[in-house]
């Protein structure tokens, strides 16, 4: 019996939603045979062996899945480790050898702003053979990202490598092939106590700021700051001067933390909607703070024209209050984030 056309529609109605269910809340979809996975560059700096990197400028940056980071076997990486990866048919093999001197990464042609990717899981037999014995990774799949092999740092797999490993939200992740004196040693040069209180001023002049985003904001600073070599007091005395530390300030076009303008932002490859994103304010403003700061070769003019312009800085054209109210605000910074 041919089933009325209302049925038809329905059916159809039920399948697509179907299909918007399990794009939305499932982790993973089938692709070419792997298996998609959501997974999430780590936001914080890295430090492995003392050497510290930008991880969102990488061409193979650190990665977190269900809660494990996940390491690049990339070559340069490894080697400077004193490891080596390599693959003979369909078996890998990860080996000890003579650490490189120079730890090099390999860094990406233009810095992706998102920290959400994604990655392919193998197969649960796909293993790493390490010393006559494949890596006991828990469960946890090997990934592939960016065509390159990823490994998770389980305990298991830290423990049998020898690597001793700690990610801290607002410290970032470091991770020593040394010893545990070794990694405590790097974690305490992080200068955490310095950063807790970077997070703690920007409570204090924002009372409505949770300790989770201040939190952020720190991480994000510190990143953005050790990418463009810029000094945190600065930026986060601009932020204060901008918007005080509230991402949905806007005035007279300028917008999110560091108010930068829409006209800008354009020229970043920024969206309106993306300059309210604190992570992304903070990462842009502070490379184009620092783009001044080249320019011309001293802080107080390259915050005269972050403020004012080019055209008016570079014409002489242009007011000191702007500059003169930041300076205060960052000795004020300075003094709280120093005490002891």
Not at 217 to 243: H, L, N, P
Not at 318 to 336: A, C, N, P, Q
Request: hydrophobic fraction near 40%; aromatic fraction near 12%; charged fraction near 20%.
């Amino acid at each position: 019996m041919t089933k009325p056309r209302w049925m038809h529609v329905l059916l159809m109605v039920l399948i697509l939603a179907a299909a918007v269910v399990s794009q939305t809340n499932s982790v993973f979809a089938e692709e070419n045979g792997l298996v998609i996975v959501d997974v999430q560059k780590n936001d914080s700096s890295i430090t492995i062996n003392s050497n510290i990197v930008s991880n969102r400028s990488l061409a193979f940056p650190i990665l977190r899945y269900n809660d494990i980071q996940y390491l690049p076997l990339n070559w340069n990486l490894m080697q400077s480790m004193g490891y080596q990866y390599t693959r003979v048919g369909d078996i890998r093999y990860l080996t000890k050898v003579t650490p490189g001197e120079a730890f090099v990464n390999d860094t990406a042609a233009v810095m992706d702003p998102s920290t959400s990717v994604k990655a392919y899981a193998l197969d649960p037999n796909d293993t790493i053979q390490f010393n006559g014995a494949p890596l006991d990774t828990q469960g946890y799949p090997l990934l592939v990202y960016n065509h390159m092999i990823y490994l998770p740092l389980t305990y298991h797999v830290n423990a049998e490598l020898g690597w001793y490993a700690k990610n801290d939200r607002i410290a970032g992740f470091h991770l020593s092939t040394e010893s545990e004196e070794d990694l405590l040693n790097m974690i305490e040069a992080s200068d955490k106590a310095y950063l807790e209180r970077m997070a703690a001023f920007m409570m204090k002049v924002n009372p409505r700021l949770t300790d989770a985003t201040a939190h952020n904001y720190v991480t994000w600073i510190k990143d953005a700051c050790d990418r463009y070599g810029m000094d945190e007091s600065w930026i986060m005395a601009v932020i204060w001067q901008e918007s005080a530390y509230d991402t949905n300030c806007e005035y007279y076009g300028a917008i999110g933390l560091m108010q930068i303008m829409g006209s800008t932002g354009r020229a970043l490859g920024l969206s309106v909607e993306q300059l309210y994103n604190p992570q992304l304010s903070i990462e842009y403003g502070t490379k184009y703070l620092s783009q001044k700061l080249e320019r011309y070769g001293s802080m107080e003019r390259a915050l005269i024209a972050y403020n004012q312009g080019y055209y008016r800085e570079s014409a002489g054209d242009y007011t000191t209050g702007y500059l003169e109210s930041v300076k205060v605000k960052r000795g004020k910074i300075l003094d709280f984030t120093n005490a002891n």
